[in-house]
């Protein structure tokens, strides 16, 4: 925390206590700081165990309430790299700067807690902790593979379930592949990498390596589910947007006792065949106001992959270029899209 401030005519200055903490503040070769720079037209430098910030009044304020901001997330042992920096900008500007609650931090031992970058991951975080069965849906970027996938690594990590399950569709996305060689594992694990790459980011690979061996992680196609009980255990069902209507209740009637759910993916990005209703949109219609069921809608404002995906989602969602659910079910999420469910939370 600072201990003191003074204020020149055009440099205030931030005194803090851990010199150390300023460093990681700064970034590699400063990069957090130029981003800051970049963002108020500020110039800083950070001499010691100090931060000058020189600029107009208004904007010095503002990036040293940015700057408070992060050295406060880093005492609490958050990471705080680039993207965590961009999206506190963004959210400064949107008026929402400020810490996530400690219960929806995602704590890992031996390692740095994964920390919520938008309003909206923040409530997706604390659905998965007190609801059965999570729905995350929205546009690529938005995080909700990866934190479903974090959430449920560390569930395991802690001792509170004793397995990780993720499966989603063995669905091409628009071109064919042709034959896989390999044994099953090499045939699947193509459509399973980006589980496999959120799992060796929050355990290592060798962890992952060692409760795949040991049977505390399966990652699988989503008909692997059929004629099983899930208990006691986290499932991530990725990508269900193409899933069809049969394959979504068959996986979703497999939970079992002390298990927890959480389904992602973008109900207008399908990959089913032109006129095969996705089982996504159709669960989102029909499971609406069940109680231990939660769904959490997420938007281009949520992206938080390179600056670039946002503006991209935004400019495909304007032109209607991407591709809508088909049949009944299209209403059903559109009906739940529209009335904009658990928005009021994020105000």
């Keep these: 925390m600072p201990i003191a401030g003074c204020v020149s005519k055009q440099t205030d200055i931030l005194e803090f206590t851990d010199v150390e903490?300023?460093?990681k503040l700064c970034g590699p070769n400063h990069a957090n700081l130029a981003l800051i720079e970049a963002a108020f037209?500020?110039?800083?430098?950070?001499?010691?165990?100090?931060?000058?910030?020189?600029?107009?009044t208004p904007r010095r304020a503002r990036a040293g309430e940015l700057v408070k901001e992060i050295y406060q997330r880093l005492e609490r042992g958050w990471p705080c790299g680039p993207s965590d920096i961009r999206a506190l900008i963004r959210a400064m500007g949107q008026g929402k700067v400020k810490a996530a609650s400690a219960e929806a931090i995602i704590p890992f031992p031996r390692r740095s807690p994964i920390v919520p970058k938008t309003t909206r991951q923040e409530i997706f975080i604390n659905a998965m902790r007190d609801e059965t069965i999570t729905f995350g849906v929205g546009p690529a970027g938005t995080g909700k593979t990866f934190l479903a996938t974090a959430y449920g690594a560390s569930l395991l990590a802690r001792g509170e379930v004793n397995k990780f399950i993720a499966c989603r569709p063995a669905v091409e996305a628009g071109e064919r592949l042709g034959f896989l060689p390999g044994d099953l594992n090499e045939k699947v694990d193509p459509y399973m990498q980006p589980i496999w790459d959120a799992l060796h980011m929050v355990?290592?690979?060798?962890e992952v390596d060692r409760r795949r061996a040991a049977g505390d992680i399966e990652v699988a196609p989503l008909a692997f589910m059929r004629g099983r009980t899930l208990s006691d255990a986290f499932v991530v069902i990725d990508e269900a947007q193409n899933a069809t209507v049969p394959q979504m209740k068959m996986v979703l009637t497999r939970l079992g006792e002390r298990a927890k759910y959480a389904v992602t993916g973008d109900p207008t990005q399908t990959d089913l065949p032109h006129g095969q209703p996705s089982g996504l949109a159709h669960a989102l219609g029909i499971l609406e106001g069940i109680k231990g069921i939660?769904?959490?809608?997420?938007?281009?404002?949520?992206?938080?992959?390179?600056?670039?995906v946002g503006k991209i989602v935004d400019a495909y969602e304007k032109t209607g270029a991407t591709r809508a659910v088909t049949g009944a079910e299209s209403a059903g999420?559109?009906?739940?899209?529209?009335?904009?469910?658990?928005?009021?939370?994020?105000?």
């Design 333 to 347: 999420v559109a009906k739940t899209l529209a009335r904009g469910t658990d928005m009021a939370d994020d105000t």
């Design 21 to 23: 903490l300023v460093r």
């Design 41 to 56: 037209d500020v110039y800083i430098e950070a001499p010691g165990s100090a931060v000058h910030i020189n600029g107009d």
């Design 294 to 308: 939660r769904q959490i809608h997420f938007e281009a404002a949520d992206v938080v992959r390179h600056p670039l």
């Design 203 to 206: 355990l290592g690979r060798d």
